[in-house]
């Protein structure tokens, strides 16, 4: 039986054969005055005479999975582990690599400076074999973290020291999986693919360390479905995939095809990609030409043992199929970059997904902050650019909160987002004031069918858009015909297990009340003809926030008659769909 937490691949769309999980026991130390650094904490002999302490990675240290539950502010933090290497996995190229560190990250091997990296959202890796020897090796990371600064991208972690309303406990230091691969001299370094379904082909390109030859061979089902070569160029190779036969990606049928990838007959890389067009019209989002109703869930991606971290693989596949079983065909992935493995799932379940930005604090609403926050956004969607269940980028989130409000920084982050990839539609900043955006996107947590019906009602002018009256900046927002999309709503609180629950509106009177408020408000935006889609808060209780659809611990919260109206909600028709 496997004892290593977390010990399945973490990058499905990039595995090679030859790597080690580096999860389980590290040491950790506290690092509250952040001296470390000044104290040499990285020397072996300096870090053994510290209070060296047993830690459970990948679980950040304020969860009850990591073994240490510390929930009060780190300013910084250390870890330490031991790794021995054969001598056939010395002698080549050896590459760390981090899924996430919460926020900056300084790496020593065998006390010599490796690098570091800033982003806690966004993987790095370190090329390390010029450190290592055969035998034992000693891998020592400082994490340095303050999300109260105002210079990071924090997403929902609460800056105060209790979780309150929609913030929630803190990640600090490492909280995705730690591996090591042994690649050769020349080998991938990276891979983008974009399908392109009217040539039934796909662009695959690749940067590479050197080489001279790249092949690409793609399978479905095991069904060998086409294979093209390319010559590297200056550290590059693209190629054009023409494959046989055409199976396109669907919500709820997630058809993949595996793809292999061979550097010189050395380096093999195995992946995959599905083959599906996203467009906007005017009146919504169409995958595969048909308009698609967004029946999206807010998913939130928070544990009550693992907080930012999924105990189990099998708790990100569940929360999705949670998710479609109440016949939501979809989520925002929200204000947390989400683990490659949970995109994994929604490649392979067919579920849509909208990728997002950490939240961003009120200082980069300046311009002279956007070095600290522009390169952890451009390398989220460099990550993540190969699935296709990702339909959308947001890069911010209700900006309007905000007491500074640069339009110009919005559109930067626009812009830069369609540079990066124009193949999707971006939105500005959800729910707050559109400048430039593929979607004019709101959040309306009216509670009343009735007033929402009404406050969409003058929208049958198509020159017409609602903006929730709590929305207060939203009168400098530009509308120039895009689709109109309830991007957050509902939110009902039902607090039947705390006194403090959180929620938005009022406690319905009976669980019959609560199914009744929910047909009427999903029943009108489905209605509408100006309505593209609606994401509802949301999946699960977090915390003291009590408006989910599930308990924290996904278990059900209301009796089974609830479900089976949501579900049949949630699966009514829409106008957009039955023009």
């Not at 910084?76 to 582990?81: E, L, S, T």
């Not at 390390?128 to 034992?136: C, F, P, V």
Request: charged fraction near 25%; charge should be negative; glycine fraction near 8%.
């Amino acid at each position: 039986m496997c004892t290593i937490p977390r010990s399945e691949h973490p990058r499905p769309q990039f595995v090679r054969k030859n790597w080690m999980n580096l999860n389980g026991q590290w040491e950790f130390q506290f690092d509250f005055g952040n001296s470390g650094v000044e104290r040499h904490l990285y020397r072996n002999e300096i870090f053994s005479t510290g209070d060296v302490r047993s830690i459970t990675v990948p679980f950040c240290p304020e969860s009850r999975l990591s073994g240490i539950g510390y929930t009060d502010f780190m300013n910084a933090v250390w870890y330490r582990r031991r790794v021995s290497l054969s001598s056939e996995q010395a002698a080549g190229r050896v590459l760390l690599h981090f899924g996430a560190v919460d926020y900056h990250a300084v790496v020593w091997i065998n006390e010599q400076k490796a690098g570091e990296h800033r982003g806690g959202y966004t993987p790095f890796t370190l090329d390390i074999s010029q450190l290592i020897a055969e035998g034992e090796n000693i891998i020592t990371v400082y994490a340095e973290d303050d999300n109260r600064s105002g210079k990071q991208p924090y997403g929902k972690q609460c800056p105060r020291y209790e979780s309150s309303k929609c913030d929630y406990t803190r990640t600090t230091g490492i909280w995705q999986t730690v591996w090591l691969e042994f690649v050769p001299v020349d080998y991938i370094q990276y891979v983008r693919i974009t399908p392109m379904v009217a040539q039934s082909a796909a662009l695959v390109e690749c940067e590479v360390s050197g080489g001279t030859q790249l092949h690409a061979q793609a399978f479905y089902q095991g069904k060998p479905m086409g294979d093209a070569v390319a010559k590297v160029d200056v550290g590059r190779a693209s190629l054009i995939l023409p494959l046989q036969e055409l199976h396109l990606w669907e919500v709820g049928d997630g058809k993949l095809y595996d793809l292999v990838l061979t550097l010189d007959g050395k380096d093999i890389l195995n992946s995959y990609f599905g083959m599906r067009t996203v467009e906007v019209k005017k009146d919504g989002l169409y995958l595969n030409g048909r308009p698609l109703f967004m029946r999206t869930v807010l998913d939130q991606g928070f544990y009550p043992d693992g907080v930012y971290t999924a105990p189990t693989d099998d708790d990100l596949r569940g929360d999705i199929e949670l998710a479609m079983d109440l016949g939501f065909n979809g989520a925002r992935f929200h204000q947390k970059v989400f683990e490659e493995r949970s995109l994994y799932w929604a490649d392979r379940l067919g579920y849509i997904v909208w990728g997002e930005s950490p939240m961003l604090s009120p200082a980069p609403m300046e311009l002279k902050q956007l070095h600290n926050f522009l390169p952890d956004w451009m390398e989220s969607i460099r990550r993540d650019y190969s699935h296709p269940c990702i339909i959308g980028w947001c890069p911010d989130n209700e900006v309007y909160w905000t007491e500074k409000l640069e339009p110009e920084l919005q559109k930067m982050y626009y812009r830069v987002t369609k540079t990066l990839d124009p193949t999707r539609p971006c939105i500005d900043s959800s729910g707050g004031p559109h400048f430039e955006t593929d979607f004019y996107d709101v959040h309306e947590y009216t509670q009343s069918p009735e007033v929402l019906q009404e406050r969409l009602a003058p929208m049958e002018d198509p020159a017409v858009v609602h903006n929730p009256i709590y929305s207060k900046h939203c009168e400098k927002s530009v509308y120039s015909g895009q689709p109109y999309w309830i991007s957050e709503c509902g939110g009902t609180v039902w607090a039947a297990d705390r006194s403090d629950g959180w929620g938005y509106g009022s406690t319905p009177k009976s669980e019959a009340d609560f199914a009744g408020r929910y047909e009427g408000l999903i029943g009108t935006m489905l209605a509408n003809v100006r309505v593209c889609g609606f994401c509802y808060t949301q999946l699960t209780d977090i915390e003291q926030e009590q408006n989910g659809l599930y308990k924290f611990d996904r278990t059900r919260k209301f009796a089974d008659d609830v479900y089976d109206r949501i579900r049949r909600a949630n699966q009514g028709a829409s106008a957009i769909e039955d023009r």
